[in-house]
Structure formats: structure tokens, C-alpha cells
């Protein structure tokens, strides 16, 4: 099966297209911003249009705009070429991509959150989660990730304030695809948030 990749919930946006396991083409940029105004030209790029039977996408956590314009790109190419959809979380992708370069062991993700937090999640030697994405303080973090090997964009932040481990400075890259354990996708495919949103509804303030 033939299967467009889509990434674009952090710092980074990359797209792959796959034949089963065997890349075809990707392209991948650190972006910072401007994640929607990049992403539609960049699956246009790849081979026919990047068209395929099923896509993938991010479901975060990560920068709230980013994790939107990823799935609604996504969703929106599902339902034009009646493809198949799965997600799957930002941190066991970069769980995956650690795994494959160190090899198989288990793996702690760090990635930057919002308010000072980090967005956190810890992997078993094989990728299974044993820890689920979740917003935590540096300090919480250090004590509550055990795994040797740190993995994300805060990783090395993190192993120098728990005093042990090996960093691996790693932003989410969608050729890593190939790598993710095959219970790491999902049919769902809402946004994985790792917080509560910062703004209550209008009628949440009311009752406060």
C-alpha cells in the first residue's frame, strides 16, 4: 500500500510517500513557523501530487497550529482520494527514530511545551508506551523519566538537569515512518493536546 506521511505538529514539517516500507520520496524543514503555507506546496512536490491508498499524520503533542494544519491536511486528502486515515503521537515517532540509530532499547521523549513545561513520553525497547505524551514541569520530568536514552528537542536540557543519560537532539521527521511500531497508529486521529487549552469558553467564565 502506498502511504503519504504527513508530520507537521512541532519546530519541523516534513511529508514521505512510502510503498509499503520503501520511501519514495520525502522533503523535511525546521521551520519554526509557517507550517500551513509550506505544507500543502511540499505533498504537491512528491510523486503524483503524493497521492496514495492511506495517510498518516501527526496528532501532536506540539505547537497547537501546527497539529491542526496536519491532520485538516490530512482529513481533507482522505476524503478527496477515499483513502484510508491513521494517526499517530509526535513523541513515538521520535521514539522510533532514536531506536532506529541507537538501536532497540527504551527511549525517553522531551519535547517543548508551553508555559515553561515539556511535552514528555517514554517508549519500551520494542515502542510500545509506557508513558503517555503529557505536559510536565522540568523538575517533574527529570524524576518521572527513567530511560537512559532522552530523545526530542529538550532532550538535552532534560539529561543535564537529571545528571545521567545520553541526548539525542531529535526533531520528528515523517521518513521515520518506517520504523514506528505498528501499534503506534491509530484509527483515531484527533489532535493530541498534552494540556488543558490556555482560554476557557465564553460560558467556562461565566459560571467562575
Excluded at 502511504?3 to 512541532?10: H, P, Q, R
Excluded at 545520553?166 to 515523517?174: E, K, V
Amino acid at each position: 500500500m502506498r502511504t503519504l506521511v504527513i508530520d507537521s505538529a512541532t519546530e519541523a514539517c516534513s511529508v514521505a510517500l512510502f510503498e509499503g516500507r520503501e520511501l519514495i520520496a520525502h522533503e523535511h524543514h525546521v521551520l519554526g513557523r509557517g507550517h500551513a503555507e509550506r505544507l500543502v506546496p511540499m505533498i504537491a512536490h512528491l510523486p503524483e501530487r503524493g497521492r496514495a491508498g492511506r495517510i498518516a499524520v501527526s496528532r501532536g503533542p506540539g505547537s497547537f497550529t501546527g497539529v491542526r494544519v496536519g491532520i485538516a491536511a490530512a482529513r481533507a486528502l482522505a476524503l478527496a482520494w477515499n483513502a484510508g486515515l491513521v494517526g499517530y503521537a509526535t513523541h513515538a515517532m521520535i521514539a522510533a527514530m532514536a531506536r532506529a540509530e541507537r538501536g532497540a532499547q527504551p527511549v525517553a521523549v522531551c519535547t517543548r511545551g508551553g508555559h515553561g513545561e515539556w511535552f514528555c513520553a517514554q517508549y519500551d525497547a520494542e515502542g510500545r508506551e509506557l508513558f503517555a505524551p503529557a505536559s510536565l514541569k522540568p523538575e517533574y520530568a527529570a524524576a518521572s523519566l527513567s530511560a537512559a536514552l532522552v530523545a526530542g528537542g529538550e532532550a538535552e536540557t532534560l539529561v543535564e538537569r537529571r545528571g545521567a543519560g545520553m541526548a539525542m537532539a531529535l526533531w520528528p521527521d515523517a521518513r521515520g515512518f518506517a520504523h514506528l511500531n505498528p501499534e503506534a497508529l491509530t484509527s483515531d486521529v484527533a489532535a493530541i493536546y498534552g494540556r488543558a487549552p490556555d482560554a476557557k469558553p465564553v460560558a467556562a467564565r461565566e459560571r467562575t
